[in-house]
């Protein structure tokens, strides 16, 4: 009878369309924190009703009887709940496990959040920003996946201009159930597999200004067969692309000089090689240690000095923190993931 109702109450209109497993999971457990709430105060409010009508007083010479504890019933009242709030905490930590856990071979699409707008860059070089309809009317940015495939977002907020300012921003769609806050200086992931096609709204949940509510974009899911025909650019939207984004990662190694110090068959030089860089553990001079991942290579960039691999000179690399753009960056990092 529970469950009826749990599927009653997740199908129900009052949430968002649920495109995922993980957003119906959480429409369950939503529906099953809603159900036994309901249950919890039909019992508690209901009883002192109850008890408040059975047990009046009738006449102004009655006296409130002596009540001893009954340890069997604190017990219980106590336990219950008890055991339906591990439950639902066991049911979330599930839930967030899956929201949290990232397929190895999943689609990587780079997010970048500006001042008010969303950008999306693949792989293949494809930059998808927003238009303007024949009308004149903005058209927001529109992210095109497959269905049934799972897809990595690297997200990071940008400035809109070398003059701008980066502030924080927070990618949220409702339909998906996940939502990431895109910081500046850095990059966060967020994870998801749509098992609905269709056209889903994407809003950014955190207030960044005077542009906040119109910051809006698109996560169109469509077939496989149709996503492959977009890539090779036989839908709109698909045309062909100048330059991979690891290519113009190998360009920006080559326009920042890093060819000078950093070489890419594994053998040292000035600083460390970039040839297995991506994903291996680095040793530094004063003993820590660190994963080679996005924010590892980006604050090596920025910051050089701080944490200098073992065996190699403090001071040698001049810091870019104000010269390098962020997609100089993404690029970088795409071309270094290249280098195995």
Not at 59 to 75: C, V
Not at 97 to 104: G, I, L, Q
């Amino acid at each position: 009878m529970i469950s009826m109702f749990i599927a009653m109450a997740s199908a129900s209109t009052f949430m968002p369309p649920a495109a995922t497993q993980v957003a119906k999971q959480l429409n369950h457990l939503y529906a099953f924190m809603l159900i036994s709430s309901v249950i919890s105060f039909i019992i508690l409010v209901g009883g002192m009703i109850y008890f408040v009508y059975k047990y009046k007083r009738k006449t102004a010479n009655d006296k409130t009887p002596y009540i001893s504890h009954n340890h069997t019933l604190e017990f219980i009242w106590s336990f219950i709940p008890f055991v339906i709030f591990m439950a639902c905490f066991a049911w979330g930590a599930y839930i967030y496990k899956e929201m949290r856990t990232f397929d190895e071979n999943a689609l990587e699409i780079n997010v970048y959040g500006k001042k008010w707008v969303w950008e999306f860059e693949y792989k293949d070089g494809r930059k998808i920003t927003n238009g303007v309809d024949a009308n004149g009317k903005l058209e927001p940015a529109t992210m095109v996946v497959p269905v049934n495939t799972p897809v990595k977002l690297l997200l990071t907020s940008v400035k809109l201009s070398p003059e701008d300012k980066a502030v924080l921003h927070s990618f949220f769609v409702p339909a998906f159930r996940v939502k990431q806050d895109a910081l500046p200086g850095r990059y966060t992931a967020l994870t998801f597999t749509a098992d609905e096609k269709g056209l889903f709204q994407v809003f950014c949940a955190e207030y960044c200004g005077t542009g906040h509510s119109s910051m809006m974009a698109k996560i169109k899911v469509v077939s496989k067969e149709d996503f492959d025909a977009w890539v090779l650019g036989e839908e709109a939207g698909g045309a062909p692309k100048e330059m991979t984004l690891a290519d113009k990662g190998r360009a920006a190694y080559a326009k920042w000089a890093c060819i000078g110090c950093h070489t890419l068959d594994g053998s040292p030089s000035t600083g460390p090689s970039w040839k297995g860089l991506w994903g291996n553990e680095r040793s530094f001079n004063d003993g820590g240690k660190a994963v080679a991942d996005e924010n590892y290579i980006r604050e090596s960039i920025m910051d050089p000095n701080k944490h200098v691999v073992k065996g190699f000179e403090p001071n040698k690399m001049p810091t870019f923190k104000g010269m390098i753009s962020d997609e100089d960056i993404t690029a970088i990092i795409e071309f270094i993931k290249t280098l195995k």
